[in-house]
């Protein structure tokens, strides 16, 4: 017996969008990754499912060498704005690293990561919408995490 995946409708589109942002509330990644996929196979361009697709392969980041990080990186650069693609860029940067310090990985290979996002954030807040100050929120947190340990705040340098 072989197995095949079930195609959903592209009608349930909006309650499956709606089943993996709860998923990702509930802390249950693969849930949204599977639910997204369903969504993606319909609608191979639905931005609200690449958004959360996304979103719940940086929800896996264990720090791990597997961890799904040009996955993620590729999902992201499917969506149509720029903003959101430098944005959603310097997250997963941002997501890796939190991962593999928590991991104890070297610091060594944490620092890129943490510069990367700060400056994709710099570019992203360039471009940003009017009224929209996530980019730099997110510059903050990097900064705010960086600054929780000094031998980070000296390996990551400066970065406008």
Same mark, same amino acid.
């Given at each position: $017996?072989?197995? !095949?995946?079930?195609? *959903?409708?592209? /009608?349930?589109?909006?309650?499956?969008?709606?089943?993996? #942002?709860? @998923?990702? @509330?509930?802390?249950?990644?693969?849930?949204?990754?599977?639910?997204?996929? /369903?969504?993606?196979?319909?609608? *191979?361009?639905?931005?609200?499912? *690449?958004?959360?697709?996304?979103?719940?392969?940086?929800?896996?980041?264990?720090?791990?060498?597997? /961890?799904?990080?040009?996955?993620?990186?590729?999902?992201?650069?499917?969506?149509?704005?720029? =903003?959101?693609?430098? @944005?959603?860029?310097?997250? !997963?940067?941002?997501?890796?690293?939190?991962?593999?310090?928590?991991?104890?990985?070297?610091?060594? $290979?944490?620092?890129?990561?943490?510069?990367?996002?700060?400056?994709? =954030?710099? #570019?992203?807040?360039? *471009?940003?919408?009017?009224?929209?100050?996530?980019?730099?929120?997110?510059?903050?947190?990097?900064?705010?995490?960086?600054?929780?340990?000094?031998?980070?705040?000296? $390996?990551?340098? /400066? !970065?406008?």
């Amino acid at each position: $017996m072989v197995l !095949v995946l079930k195609r *959903i409708s592209r /009608d349930a589109i909006p309650g499956a969008i709606e089943k993996a #942002q709860i @998923y990702r @509330y509930l802390n249950e990644p693969a849930e949204a990754e599977s639910i997204c996929r /369903d969504i993606l196979n319909v609608d *191979i361009k639905n931005q609200q499912a *690449i958004r959360l697709l996304g979103l719940a392969l940086t929800e896996k980041f264990t720090g791990a060498e597997t /961890d799904e990080f040009q996955e993620a990186d590729r999902t992201f650069q499917a969506l149509s704005d720029d =903003y959101e693609k430098l @944005y959603y860029a310097g997250l !997963v940067r941002e997501r890796r690293a939190r991962a593999e310090l928590h991991a104890g990985r070297r610091l060594d $290979m944490v620092t890129p990561l943490l510069r990367e996002a700060l400056q994709l =954030y710099t #570019q992203a807040e360039k *471009i940003r919408p009017t009224g929209n100050d996530e980019a730099i929120l997110r510059w903050n947190r990097c900064v705010r995490l960086i600054q929780s340990r000094p031998e980070l705040e000296w $390996m990551v340098g /400066d !970065v406008r």
